[in-house]
């Protein structure tokens, strides 16, 4: 099965947030899929950490290093769809590349985001709950 996993979930996985074990079991054997905009949100997310003294350089690198192990795969965004989903959700588009990702591909979505949660839940997208 496909699934759509966000940045924050693949965040929680890399620093060892309390979700971390779920996730691993949810998408364990399963193909994880998510917009090709994922790297600069990781590399922005732990910037933000290094800036707020969450974690120091070398922690946010071996995060990164981690990151780049895990089997994403990539797929293009419809971002006229993305843009609607935006406005109609009231999100950011970063938001809305998972939800238009998760609605073409047919996939159950995977995030910790409530916000996000919420708006998919609206368009009828399938949540994998944590």
Not at 71 to 98: E, I, M, T
Request: charged share 20%; glycine share 6%.
């Amino acid at each position: 099965m496909d699934i759509v996993i966000d940045t924050s979930a693949l965040l929680a996985v890399i620093v060892g947030e309390p979700e971390r074990n779920r996730i691993v079991e949810l998408t364990s054997g399963h193909t994880l899929l998510g917009p090709g905009a994922i790297p600069w949100e990781v590399g922005n997310a732990f910037s933000a950490m290094l800036k707020h003294r969450r974690l120091t350089l070398a922690e946010a690198q071996e995060g990164l290093r981690i990151f780049q192990t895990v089997p994403l795969r990539f797929v293009k965004v419809d971002l006229a769809n993305a843009l609607s989903l935006a406005h109609q959700a009231g999100l950011y588009a970063y938001d809305a590349y998972f939800l238009d990702c998760a609605y073409r591909h047919a996939a159950p979505l995977l995030t910790l985001d409530r916000g996000l949660k919420q708006a998919a839940k609206n368009i009828g997208i399938r949540l994998l709950e944590v």
